[in-house]
């Protein structure tokens, strides 16, 4: 396995690495990678001959009050774990390598930037769609792998690629939990032992919204109803949004009468999780 620090390297080491094998999977990261990150490499591994991946901890998406400086840096272990999963390449660039101090150029998906995590996090988006754009041209990719677990990010992404003609296929990956139904993320690494406990209130949230669906409740404002109720006895929990909506568009729907993605996001002390689930009728 190599690790490749500037972009013009990468970007032969990947062209040689097609030529060579064929189909190129690419597993986009921030490190701290857990077993939600891996398995998107597996997933790669089975759609392509070669697999690259890479571990920014992107400038550009955090806003100023967030938590860039402390998030969990550490390449060493990182590259250890892509190793053993078979990664060929792993592009690890310094922050000036990826933004020029006088860079002036971003992606921004309209709209749908603004909606779920867009709202509460402002720019966050068009960070996470120059930062993708970049990493595309870089690596090139045929397939490139993304977490369900960021629904906002994966239609965003998809949306990008769509818009801007990226000549790549995108491949969801399903949401990887702890036994007791916890979204994996990085940032659970944030949390004490009595937030852990609280932090699975959005799980029960969403369940309790699945439970509703599987009664044949459709209509939206009761699910979301009886999942913000949830939240009232964990008060050491502050809900961000619960919310239904279209899982393309990310626009609100008020009937489920379609494939439908209800999300959630709340903050446990400083600590921001994010969860979903795709109801289908
Ligand atoms: O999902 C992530 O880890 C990041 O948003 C990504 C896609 C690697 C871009 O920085």
């Not at 890479?54 to 009050?65: L, T």
């Not at 916890?182 to 699975?200: D, I, M, Q």
């Not at 369940?207 to 009761?222: H, I, T």
């Amino acid at each position: 396995m190599r690790v490749v620090r500037t972009a013009e390297e990468m970007r032969a080491l990947c062209r040689a690495a097609k030529a060579r094998s064929g189909c190129l999977g690419f597993v986009p990261t921030m490190g701290a990678l857990h077993a939600g990150h891996l398995s998107l490499v597996r997933a790669a591994r089975t759609k392509s001959a070669v697999v690259a991946a890479s571990i920014f901890v992107n400038p550009a998406q955090f806003g100023p009050e967030e938590d860039y400086t402390r998030y969990p840096r550490n390449l060493e272990r990182d590259c250890g774990l892509f190793e053993n999963e078979g990664v060929e390449l792993v592009f690890a660039p310094e922050a000036g390598e990826m933004y020029r101090e006088d860079s002036a150029s971003w992606v921004i998906v309209d709209g749908l930037s603004d909606r779920l995590c867009g709202r509460s996090r402002p720019g966050h988006f068009r960070g996470v769609a120059t930062v993708v754009a970049k990493l595309f041209h870089i690596v090139e990719p045929d397939v490139a792998f993304f977490g369900q677990k960021d629904a906002a990010q994966v239609a965003i992404i998809g949306r990008m690629v769509r818009d801007l003609k990226f000549a790549l296929a995108i491949e969801v990956c399903p949401i990887v939990r702890e036994p007791d139904g916890l979204a994996l993320s990085s940032r659970n690494a944030y949390l004490g032992p009595a937030e852990r406990k609280a932090a699975l209130v959005l799980f029960r949230s969403l369940e309790r919204a699945r439970g509703l669906f599987e009664g044949g409740e459709r209509n939206s404002f009761e699910l979301m109803q009886a999942a913000r109720h949830e939240f009232l006895v964990e008060p050491a929990v502050r809900l961000d949004y619960f919310e239904v909506v279209d899982p393309d568009s990310l626009e609100p729907q008020p009937e489920i009468s379609k494939k439908t993605l209800v999300a959630v996001a709340a903050y446990i002390g400083c600590t921001r999780l994010i969860d979903n689930i795709l109801l289908e009728p």
